[in-house]
């Protein structure tokens, strides 16, 4: 069965340090990979997505993410949080051969501390 | 301004109900679909559409239905609603590319409560 994975429920950082967001995937043909950002009491925004092509992507407000094929992993990155990241960020999957379902993590809940 | 409208924002009713939720985007996409947020279950999908009079079940279709008479509409309506329907609920629209949602864009949700 298809899941995508996001192992930490909350992630606390301080302003101005890196952040890391993890995203796992079992999926059983080529993924294609989202990330969305949810802040309080809003609906969710694209921040980036991986169709093809080079693996490392970059969206808006600053985020990268690079595809690792050999390790099903769509880790999401910033080099310096600020403190209006803080927010929940959900990672999701989609393939043309499930049915065109679409599947997203349970999200990581993200803390920045001044 | 391209968007997503749902419509109510809220909306507390009472089990077995009757109730519909309406869902509108102004960008031409072809697919739509539904979402319900639980805490520490994240978006799980209700129903999907890829075009016109063309629906399908996502993950957790049971207790909902949905039509697709036209490209910009799409109502989720629930037909006897009952407490564990309590969730905020998400309508998106996207554009594809092979068939999968290239980009949802998302409404600002629809917070339902069944007593």
């Known amino acids: 069965a298809q899941s995508v994975t996001q192992p930490d429920i909350h992630i606390t950082v301080s302003e101005g340090a890196s952040l890391e967001l993890r995203c796992n995937y079992s999926y059983g043909a080529t993924p294609y990979l989202f990330w969305y950002v949810q802040s309080p009491g809003q609906g969710l925004q694209l921040l980036l997505k991986y169709f093809s092509g080079d693996t490392l992507v970059q969206g808006i407000k600053g985020f990268e993410a690079e595809f690792k094929r050999s390790q099903s992993s769509f880790n999401l990155r910033k080099p310096s949080v600020h403190w209006s990241d803080a927010a929940e960020y959900f990672c999701a999957v989609g393939a043309s051969t499930t049915g065109n379902q679409f599947y997203f993590g349970t999200g990581t809940s993200l803390t920045v501390i001044p | 301004e391209a968007q997503v409208t749902q419509n109510p924002r809220y909306l507390i009713t009472v089990t077995g109900k009757k109730l519909t939720v309406t869902c509108s985007q102004n960008m031409n996409h072809e697919y739509m679909s539904w979402y319900r947020q639980d805490p520490g279950l994240g978006l799980r999908q209700i129903y999907y559409?890829?075009?016109?009079?063309?629906?399908d079940k996502g993950d957790v279709p049971e207790g909902y239905k949905v039509s697709r008479k036209e490209k910009r509409n799409f109502p989720l309506i629930l037909e006897s609603p009952s407490p564990n329907q309590t969730s905020l609920y998400f309508c998106?629209?996207?554009?594809?590319?092979?068939?999968?949602?290239?980009?949802?864009?998302f409404g600002s949700g629809t917070r339902l409560t069944v007593v």
């Open positions: 998106a629209s996207s554009s594809t590319w092979g068939r999968v949602p290239y980009g949802y864009t």
């Open positions: 559409s890829m075009n016109v009079e063309v629906t």
